[in-house]
Each structure stands twice: as C-alpha cells, then as structure tokens.
C-alpha cells in the first residue's frame, strides 16, 4: 500500500483594518507585526506614507504614489548607511531621521526588515518611533 503524503501549510487569520487576512504561519512574525504596526501609524494626521522591507518581500502605502522611486532610493541608501553603523557597532535596531525643507523621513533597520516612514517635518518622529517598535 502506497501512502500519499500531503504538506499543508498552516494559516492564521488576522484582521488589519478591519479585514480579514490570512497569513502563513510560516511568515515573519516581525514583519508582520511591524506591517500591523505600520497601518496604524499611516492613520495619523501627517503621515504621508510607508515603505516596509525585507529581503523577500515589501508592503508600500504612500499618499503620493508618484514618489515611489524617490522614497524608496532614499530609503536603500539611508538603510544602507544604517547596515554599515549596525555592523561596526553590533547593534539590532538602528534609526536614523532624514529631513528636507517640508517632509522628513523616519528609518528603522530591525533585524532583516527595513522600514522608512515619511512624514511632514512637524511631526514628532520620536512618537512615532515608540508605535512601531515594542
């Protein structure tokens, strides 16, 4: 008798914005957690957007979609940057402010997932830090 073998991979539902999403059990739990965090924090008045990152995957909620490759360049090279710092002085989280003449952008590098959030310079980026990291 032969025997068949079957894989499944198991799921998880969670609710994100008031929808249903399922999610391998599998996934990321800090990516998954940082997106969640994320949806939250792009509900504030004055964020203008995010972008999330890891090797594998990338979540982009921005208001004005015709700066993508804008924001996302500022953000491969400040992350970057963030890489070399992390490296010299072993560190897990590092976060650098990046700001301009009317938006800054606030970027986080936390394990293997990058993220980088723009917002208007008036902005309290510090609160907006403690909402997205734990």
Known sequence: MTRKRSSLNPTTTVVLEGVSVTV?????????????????????SG????ILRNKTKAVIELQNPTKILDYA???SETTEANEKISKMFHLNVTKSVVEGSEIKMLCITAGENK??????????HMEIFRQITP
Do not use: C, W
């Open 24 to 44: 391998p059990l599998d996934e990321d739990p800090a990516f998954t957690g940082l997106h969640a965090s994320l949806t939250q924090v792009n509900k504030i």
């Open 47 to 50: 964020v203008r957007g995010y």
């Open 73 to 75: 360049l500022l953000l």
């Open 115 to 124: 993220v980088g959030v723009f917002m208007d310079k008036s902005l309290d």
